[in-house]
């Protein structure tokens, strides 16, 4: 018997016994970056926003670039940011507010900056685009691509056509705010801003905001160098002291600068296969970290895929 058992164990160690191993789960990201080059779609420089802001204090280079809304998205407060980039409006101006858990705003503290001519104000019905409006848009589709989202106390449905959106059930639709997100600042109602005040969201997403604030883009792109600026101590956010301010060195649209400075980004479809596994898979992570799928996920917590296209 002894002669038995050592012949099994030596034939064990020759032969062993292997498990099928399981398929490895992706992650979201890992599902992102496997998509093909077609899934993807390059954002044109004229619709980037890229801020300079002054070198930090090891004299490093601070850039953020932002991706403008297309429309038929406020388009009235973009084409205002347009002429403001355009006449280099910002050179000079300043980060002047940083509330924390909440948004980081950017313009003249002064209040005393002219503004260039050919401004125009726009109502507030265009924080949001009518049915007839959208009717280009196709929501079943969209609706379709969307990852299960969990029920929102801020609009009767949620989509992402590219940009996270919401939809009420008059058919209208308007831009969220979620991390990132560049809206106008503005005065009491009537006052809807020029976009000369703007701001970026650096903290939980302040939904409550959506419809009463012109939303007119996002951060793609250096958002680290505006959420870990020191908060101010005054009212809201505001630095007391201009010495604070982070000032501005430029704001240009991308295709003015030269073409070898020009940055290139490309986002994932939301109509594409691609986007449909991977908001899938942020809302029910099956990766090996993860216990409990959450089985949904608000509408902010699928961020669109966005990349360099020269880091491809």
Excluded at 85 to 113: F, I, L, M, P
Aim: charge should be neutral.
């Amino acid at each position: 018997m002894k002669h038995l058992l050592l012949a099994a164990a030596a034939a064990s160690l020759a032969f062993p016994v292997t498990a099928q191993e399981p398929t490895p789960i992706p992650s979201p990201g890992e599902i992102a970056a496997a998509a093909p080059a077609s899934d993807w779609i390059a954002i044109a420089a004229s619709d980037l926003l890229v801020m300079d802001l002054a070198p930090d204090a090891q004299g490093k280079a601070r850039r953020v670039v932002i991706q403008l809304m297309p429309a038929p998205f406020a388009q009235g407060w973009i084409g205002n940011i347009r002429k403001l980039a355009a006449a280099h409006w910002w050179d000079g101006t300043s980060v002047n507010r940083v509330q924390d858990n909440y948004v980081a705003q950017w313009g003249d503290a002064t209040e005393k900056k002219a503004l260039p001519k050919g401004l125009v104000p726009v109502p507030e019905g265009d924080y949001v685009v009518s049915r007839a409006g959208a009717a280009g848009w196709d929501a079943a589709r969209a609706m379709r691509r969307s990852a299960p989202i969990i029920a929102d106390p801020y609009a009767s449905s949620q989509a992402l056509w590219g940009w996270p959106v919401g939809r009420g059930n008059n058919g209208e639709l308007w831009p969220v705010h979620c991390y990132g997100t560049v809206g106008v600042g503005r005065n009491l109602s009537p006052d809807t801003g020029s976009g000369a005040e703007l701001y970026a969201v650096i903290g939980h997403a302040p939904r409550h905001l959506d419809r009463n604030i012109a939303v007119v883009g996002r951060v793609i792109s250096g958002i680290e160098h505006l959420s870990s600026l020191p908060r101010g101590t005054g009212a809201l956010g505001f630095y007391e002291d201009d010495k604070e301010r982070v000032p501005i060195a430029s704001i240009r649209l991308a295709d003015t600068l030269p073409a070898a400075a020009q940055p290139k980004f490309e986002y994932l479809s939301t109509e594409s296969d691609s986007f449909a596994r991977y908001a899938d898979a942020r809302a029910n992570r099956r990766d090996p970290f993860f216990i409990k799928p959450a089985g949904g996920a608000d509408i902010c917590n699928i961020p669109v895929p966005v990349r360099s296209i020269a880091a491809k």
